[in-house]
């Protein structure tokens, strides 16, 4: 049996996998569960970060409006299901993460620069006041995603290397940090090895402690005739050296099926970016973007994504 | 409160706005008003042009066949919402444009040539028998607008000078002419400026004379890792020179939500070809293209649209 | 009156016309009929081939397993419409076509080499055990099918080469054998015409024997902005020097309309693999892929599809 | 014997052709004529237009200085051969050419608009002071060329409508005004036909009237693998309709063979943009740029040139 | 001491290594031996095949003419360096190679179809009347070279499969046929593995066979900022098993460095040919095409090249 | 007068500047002063790094071997002139920068990782061992270059990120670090802004101090329709915070004009790698890349440079 660490989150979202589901990973049955109608002039509402917060949970959510500019707002949910999102715009830029160290909310993001887009970094204790750090890595870059924790006294910041248009390939790697400023000692961590993440690969959810190590979800693009559809995998890394990939899927735990996920501003989109993980049940629950217009939920467990991941092992 | 000038439309089709709806124009809730079936051979029917016609209405629709080639076909209809179409082309080519001048109604559309596309001149005073005027310009062009009236004793005629593929630039121009055969002093209008229309923009329906000017909706395009979305925006220009723009929207009025404008032969897209405006009641009427299949209707008023357009000025 | 030859199938799978249908092809009421459920691990199952087999129907499936990879599944139906797939997968590769040769089954699909894909041979006597072949033709090349009988004493294979990626071409051509290893003989056949047709064409399901010569049905590309559409086309060939076009319809007969043709993996694609004849009522059952997703079945007869190539006939 | 018309140059430059030379057109032994010495700050002189004035010869040159922008600068000579410069920048853009009517010289340019290039049109009498028209065409357009008289009553200019890069595609127009300000009735020309000139071809310098009809040489651009190659062709066109083409040659007149043809900003280039004719010797003595770098001059015979295109005649 | 094997050529063309020469293959210090000069209407001369016959030389040459259509046309030399050739075009196409089998010459080149380039067979014993062949394969295919004798009774041919343009990928295959008209057993040989053959591999002179197996050269292409680089690698392959490659240098013998390889239609081009090999002195001939203009001479011995490789082995 | 600071080179190769010469940089009348024949199994040797060392100099030299793979190797110089270079290679990579602080040779090079180039970086006493840094940044990164002392107690870096491929864009950045293993405030420097730079720019030799600022010579690339062509230009930044700019040259210092830069494996390049500077006499010598071929030498001082830059100033 599989543990998640240091994460518990008792009243997380949660419904029960479908006696008819064999797939590890199955979606809420009222999704979805934001659109575009939670902000005023909002297009669409997606890929978006949550984390336990008080009572409760808040979020910062990537909010395209109808000038088609990307930025991010906060919200707040009692159940993590039902979201109050403010209009206020936090930020420019898009594809929010979450993580909490030491009670201080680390808010990592694609930001605009001058020169494309490079990973913006900000703490916050209350969700309204912020301070924002330098801009993490040269541009170009997307997919910046902090551990929840510091690794031998550093931080850990996965990234995605990219170029300035619909990167046709992409690497996730991984830098180090004592003081959030200054990055260093880059580490290689996937490329793209199996057909439905041949395009490129990118990081996802903050990555989720347990005693196998740190559970990553990530996301994957198969490049059709018609474009990109994203998917999302999952694989295992190294406790002390996170860069290491003990074990990794062969397959994808959550590809495009649903209406939501077919059709929308970018068809063909399942996009995860947060996931809340319970150690007492076990529970996950990943919220992730529908086809670039609308938020989703999914649900899993940490031992059925593990033995999912070892029994599909791309890893030997 | 402003005005709409030198055109009545008595029954003009028309909807109130849904007390829930927050954007400044509403689409008509029985949309799509046309599709395939309305035409043998008829592969989709869609981005058409109508205008006030004897007692009801007459348009010009684009009509592709199961071919894939495009023609023009006529049609009438008493409220402007449902239409008898008939099977017999008129011309090759498409995306249609109509105005009526002086009791004579002027066709303008995307015709091909031995070199791409130009923009095709006819005029018919019954929608049977038509004159063909020399093309306007030189390959390859697109979106081609005349204005309903001359200003300054000249034709005033908008046009998207473009490649021969699916351009991934595209300005709005402005050409004059005293005859309809030579054009010239091509004024620059308008470029892309703001992420909706990043891809390029063009003339949409017939420009709508107020007293604040030319109010000009246009379809704007942005692409995606999954290709292009069309949106329509609006702009107002000034009256005698009309190509110097007073105001425009910074974000678009109408863009891809419903089925019919996500799902079809080319996914995502609105696309707006004529406009009926009616000066006693300020209500004007947008005919547009869903997904390149349907004819979709939606409604606005002059001052929600014009006020919206100040609200959101990009100018200044 | 057309006649089939040679392909007597009384069970063949029929629905009639709807009285409202004015199109040469209709589709099952009930489509799609195989979806991802009906395989384990599988992400989609579409692009298939079938045979009547015994008192009822064989098949050749082409199934994605969730790694995005490509694999041939049998399965086997009494009515051609219920069908139970097995989840051994008995090659790599994709789009399968199917065919009987003097009581034994030839295979022919898109299989893998080192450097692009080429087309694989096998034949069966039992869908258990398989014969496999030299591949056919140097890569790469898709959209291999057999003639379901030697001509003048030779195999006849349609091919389509291609490049390694997404081919913005393709013309189908003939090649001949004495043997299934040495090919030769190569003759072009057709390529794009029409605008629904224009970027590419490869052959379809096994050719229909009739007494007017071979009835081939065929998928042609047309390239939106969006990206591909395919749609199914027909034409008949010479008897006896089958790569010979005597009549070859100006327009599509198969096109996507419905939601899943617009709406999956790949949106907007009619892929037929695989046609069953009854020469005794002139029925034809074409099961064709939609969105790359699932199967569907759609129906005609000889005389409709006959009389609608020529009343449509490209050639002069 | 062909013969010039209207066109008197007794000190046309000339070298009598070499005994071993069996081509139609022939290099001055002493090319290049000019190059970037010529001008202060010029990175390159190519691509320029030359007329008689006065006794000697007056010249608009395309310069692009160091900072490789372009520039139009003027230049006399008395020969022909030996030319001095001004450094004044009179106009930007490039690809100057120049025609006599009625003791005025009117210069046609690719001038720079805020969307891509334009057709620029000027007038001097002296090569001082210059009167600028309205530009002719609609953006993007390059090789806008003059005819050196009315014809029918009406202006005549050659363009060559492309895109906004490197254009992969070009074909000859000509368009018709009574005033210079508006243009139309566009008649297509030609299109590449032949392996030299099968991405694109141009107009070239002032065409030469002839009693067979319009002399026209003009550029044709073959794509190899490591880019452009540019030659010149020639063809006659009718004298009272001049779009319309009587003998076009299928091979290239003069093609990249010299050093300073191979080797510069932009290898193997051969650009015609002026030719000077002498209706009593029937000597033409052309104008073109090496490797967008240099000036060279070139000479063929009225007889020698009408003689090479009708032996290998494209037309019939 | 390596051995050439079957292949006498008394008066090889031949000039010793020059001391200062540290590179296995040395040039012909009066090179280019062959250019436009040498045929009536030739743009250039190039890429060409030479055997022995009677007591000199025949050979094959690539002749683009001045439309820059390519065709081939023969050629005679007493002493393989001083060659005449004919005016008269036998073949359109390019490229050719040559062999003799038991008194018959083969030729096989790339020829021109509806539908892209195929690989021609033709053969003759006087060098003037010829017999054609089926084309060996379907297009599109180059760089179809066959083996001078049968191995295991069958004809063996090399080619290069490869997309309608520059193609921008490229493995060498080889195909078996008995007869000349049906080939199959398509083996892969090699693909591109070192920096200088990145882009793409294309077999080149007639293998040579030696006591060590059949020494192969071969052309790789490097792709710069600037467009392709073609240099000459060598391998050697199983005698029986001719596709089974034993040795391999990991880096070109022969790569543009003089002035007419760098400079010409097709800047920095070594394109070999043919090979000429003499057993008695283990000298070895090589005709290349230098920067597609002219026809270049390099000698090397049996010895010099196969320990050349065997030392620089990537095999292993 | 401007003065170079902290930069004292007694024998800096100097000559004078040619009488004829009007531009602000002239090169040495014997270049290329290395070319290939320097080092064993050399293809080519260009874009390389020099240094004072001791009584001479010392440089670290890109050397692209026979298999067209980079290496890096050091060679040493009495006069900056006549230089021995050493066959051993001391890194994988290219386009070399050395500098020194206090007494320490700091190397960085554009170094290969699994996935695109990154920044290496080491550092030596004596030419000989090495010792290697953690690579400065993630990938995609090319021309890295070290500041040649702290500022404000960090190293500055100068970068250029950009794709895996032939890169179609660049912008310098500067990057701050107190232990060169952590890098942080990333700050923009310059982007193209004239034509001559109008692809991409990236920074070149190591900056000069001067007591007017960083006096800093980068190149910056045109895109013709032939492929890139590499010019110098020169800036001067902010003393003590260098990436703010002061004056920037409108125009190049330096462009392909000699065979040597104009023809060779990457025709039309100019690739400035070092500088040496002299404060006594103001002299700077720079070695630059001729066509990815050789080396070159050219020569200014700092007076003229300075000058220049200010004469012809794109700041304001």
Known sequence: MAKILNSTVKNIPWQEKPASCTDPVWRYTENPIIDRSFVKDANSIFNS???PYKDGFAGVFRMDDVTREQYLVTGFSDDGIHWKLNDEKIFGGYDPRLCEIDGVYYLSWVCHTVCGTSIGIATTTDFESWERYEDAVLPVSRNGVLFPRKVNGEYMLFTRPCDKGHTPYGEIFLSHSKDLTYWGKHRFVIRP???WEMT???????????DEGWLCFYHGVLTSCNGFTYSMGAMITDKNEPWKVLHRADRYLLSPREIYEFVGDVPNVCF???????SETGRIAI???GADTVVGLAFTTVDETINYIKEHDLIK
């Not at 490129?200 to 347990?210: C, L, M, Q, R, S």
């Not at 995860?272 to 319970?278: G, Q, S």
Request: glycine share 12%.
């Open 200 to 210: 490129k690969v990118g990081a996802g959810p903050t990555p989720i402690e347990t």
């Open 193 to 195: 090895e199996m057909n």
């Open 49 to 51: 970060a949550v984390v």
């Open 272 to 278: 995860p970016c947060a996931a809340l993980a319970d």
């Open 287 to 289: 919220y992730y973007g």
